[in-house]
């Protein structure tokens, strides 16, 4: 079946790793990298193209700088709702300097919302504390899914015996803020698209449909390299068991140089309003003469399309669709 329904494109100017999830009270919920890196947003609408005009919620402020933990380059928050209760994985710094390993130094981190409604109140949100992984490293865009009464954390992160920026891993949780098992290493940078400028998979995303698992990531720079992978595996399989996925070899999604529409990634999925067609949701950026590093370019904005699926059951994201202007 082809893709039918379309959205304005871009739907939400310099919004970088966008995530939209459709709750049961018929919201849509939008959570998303601001460009100063300084707090967490949310907006909501009850359609997809409202979110472009929903009024944004502060609901998190990043610690005073200096502070230490916390306190610089808030990244990348995703918003869920596991056990009836809301949560936004991040990632945030003590400082913006580089660590020995000449990357950030971000760690994982968790709040959590007990109330109905997650745009109440800033102080309805409580921070739950940092996200501890074996290795005390580089870590980011933490996704959460779960899967006969499990609940999977997948996850990047640097390990410095391993070529490259970040590799993705998977592990179950206890709680929502805690992981249960030992963390399980799915992919590492390796092909060519994935180690432009810079060896990265990063932005992990999970789609459960046809009957398998398709975990989406990007790969590169951020710049128009930047590139979106797979990992399939079937529902049945161990998903902690790395033998469990395949990856591909081959980016699923790429820039659309004709139309200017370069290095879209950080994606996530949610569904059409009518619930009969899965959408992905990504940034892009509309020009390549970036100016100093990339990610201090507030340009990345956050797009969304509608996708089908091929006769063995594999998502056919195409190409970024046009700009369109309201």
Same mark, same amino acid.
Not at 191 to 205: C, D, K, L, R
Not at 238 to 250: G, I, N, R, V
Not at 270 to 286: A, F, K, P, Q
């Given at each position: 079946?082809?893709?039918?329904? =379309?959205?304005?494109?871009?739907?939400?100017?310099?919004?970088?790793?966008?995530?939209?999830?459709? &709750?049961?009270?018929?919201?849509?919920?939008?959570?998303?990298?601001?460009?100063?890196?300084?707090?967490?947003?949310?907006?909501?609408?009850?359609?997809?193209?409202?979110?472009?005009?929903?009024?944004?919620?502060?609901?998190?402020?990043?610690?005073?700088?200096?502070?230490?933990?916390?306190?610089?380059?808030?990244?990348?928050?995703?918003?869920?709702?596991?056990?009836?209760?809301?949560?936004?994985?991040?990632?945030?710094?003590?400082?913006?300097?580089?660590?020995?390993?000449?990357?950030?130094?971000?760690?994982?981190?968790?709040?959590?919302?007990?109330?109905?409604?997650?745009?109440?109140?800033?102080?309805?949100?409580?921070?739950?504390?940092?996200?501890?992984?074996?290795?005390?490293?580089?870590?980011?865009?933490?996704?959460?899914?779960?899967?006969?009464?499990?609940?999977?954390?997948?996850?990047?992160?640097?390990?410095?015996?391993?070529?490259?920026?970040?590799?993705?891993?998977?592990?179950?949780?206890?709680?929502?803020?805690?992981?249960?098992?030992?963390?399980?290493?799915?992919?590492?940078?390796?092909?060519?698209?994935?180690?432009?400028?810079?060896?990265?998979?990063?932005?992990?995303?999970?789609? &459960?449909?046809?009957?398998?698992?398709?975990?989406?990531?990007?790969?590169?720079?951020?710049?128009?390299?930047?590139?979106?992978?797979?990992?399939? =595996?079937?529902?049945?399989?161990?998903?902690?068991?790395?033998?469990?996925?395949?990856?591909?070899?081959?980016?699923?999604?790429?820039?659309?140089?004709?139309?200017?529409?370069?290095?879209?990634?950080?994606? =996530?999925?949610?569904?059409?309003?009518?619930?009969?067609?899965?959408?992905?949701?990504?940034?892009?950026?509309?020009? =390549?003469?970036?100016?100093?590093?990339?990610?201090?370019?507030?340009?990345?904005?956050?797009?969304?399309?509608?996708?089908?699926?091929?006769?063995?059951?594999?998502?056919?994201?195409?190409?970024?669709?046009?700009?369109?202007?309201?």
């Amino acid at each position: 079946m082809q893709p039918s329904i =379309s959205y304005p494109n871009p739907l939400i100017i310099q919004r970088a790793d966008p995530y939209i999830y459709k &709750h049961t009270d018929g919201y849509y919920y939008f959570s998303a990298s601001v460009p100063s890196y300084n707090r967490i947003e949310l907006r909501r609408s009850k359609t997809i193209a409202g979110l472009a005009h929903a009024l944004p919620r502060t609901i998190w402020r990043k610690h005073a700088s200096g502070s230490g933990e916390q306190s610089e380059l808030i990244w990348a928050p995703e918003i869920h709702f596991i056990n009836d209760k809301w949560y936004i994985y991040y990632a945030a710094a003590s400082t913006t300097d580089f660590d020995q390993n000449g990357m950030f130094q971000h760690r994982m981190y968790v709040i959590e919302c007990d109330k109905p409604d997650p745009m109440r109140n800033e102080d309805d949100w409580v921070e739950k504390g940092r996200i501890k992984t074996p290795m005390d490293s580089f870590s980011l865009d933490a996704t959460t899914f779960e899967h006969d009464d499990k609940l999977y954390y997948v996850w990047a992160q640097k390990d410095p015996d391993i070529f490259g920026n970040t590799n993705l891993y998977i592990s179950e949780m206890e709680n929502p803020w805690t992981l249960k098992t030992n963390p399980v290493l799915l992919s590492k940078p390796e092909y060519s698209w994935e180690t432009q400028i810079f060896a990265v998979n990063e932005g992990p995303a999970v789609l &459960h449909r046809n009957g398998k698992f398709f975990l989406t990531y990007s790969g590169s720079a951020t710049d128009e390299n930047y590139c979106i992978g797979m990992l399939v =595996s079937d529902e049945n399989a161990d998903l902690l068991d790395e033998k469990s996925w395949h990856k591909l070899d081959h980016p699923v999604f790429t820039s659309n140089t004709k139309d200017n529409l370069l290095g879209p990634g950080h994606n =996530s999925f949610t569904v059409s309003e009518d619930g009969t067609e899965d959408l992905l949701v990504y940034h892009i950026r509309n020009y =390549s003469d970036i100016k100093g590093d990339p990610l201090y370019d507030p340009n990345r904005h956050t797009m969304v399309q509608s996708f089908s699926y091929d006769d063995n059951g594999y998502p056919q994201f195409g190409q970024p669709e046009h700009f369109t202007v309201n």
